[in-house]
Nanobody, 126 residues
Framework: QVQLVESGGGSVQAGGSLRLSCAAS????????MAWFRQAPGKEREGVAT????????YYAGSVKGRFTISKDSAKNTLYLQMNSLKPEDTAMYYC???????????????????WGQGTQVTVSS
C-alpha cells in the first residue's frame, strides 16, 4: 500500500526558508512522477512543483519559480521541496502526491495524481 508521509513544515518569517520532505513507501521516487501541491483555507489545491520519475525533469508553478526547488533522493526514497524567500502568500497545507496519469491532467493538476500524503502546514508571517 502506497504511503506518503510529509514533514518539515512550520512557522517562519517572510524571507525565510524551509525544506519539506516526503518519505515514500511502496512507490519508487525513481520510477514515478512525484509532486508537491498546496492548499490554503478557502482555496483550491494548486500544483507547486513536479519532478519526473525516470526523466527527473522538473516543473514549477509560476508563483514559486526561482524560489522553490523540488528534488528527490532515490537511495532514501524521499521527495524534497526546498523553499526559499518565503512569502505570506505561501502559507498553506503542503501535500506530496504520486502516480501521475497524463490522461487525467497536466503535471500540475491535482486530478492527475491518485496518491496523497496527509500534508504538512507551512505558515509564513510578515
Amino acid at each position: 500500500q502506497v504511503q506518503l508521509v510529509e514533514s518539515g513544515g512550520g512557522s517562519v518569517q517572510a524571507g525565510g526558508s524551509l525544506r519539506l520532505s516526503c518519505a515514500a513507501s511502496a512507490v519508487s521516487v525513481s520510477r514515478y512522477s512525484m509532486a508537491w501541491f498546496r492548499q490554503a483555507p478557502g482555496k483550491e489545491r494548486e500544483g507547486v512543483a513536479t519532478i519526473g520519475g525516470t526523466s527527473g525533469r522538473t516543473y514549477y508553478a509560476g508563483s514559486v519559480k526561482g524560489r522553490f526547488t523540488i528534488s528527490k533522493d532515490s537511495a532514501k526514497n524521499t521527495l524534497y521541496l526546498q523553499m526559499n524567500s518565503l512569502k505570506p502568500e505561501d502559507t498553506a497545507m503542503y501535500y506530496c502526491a504520486s502516480h501521475f496519469t497524463a490522461s487525467r491532467g497536466t503535471v500540475l493538476d491535482a486530478a492527475a495524481f491518485t496518491h496523497w500524503g496527509q500534508g504538512t502546514q507551512v505558515t509564513v508571517s510578515s
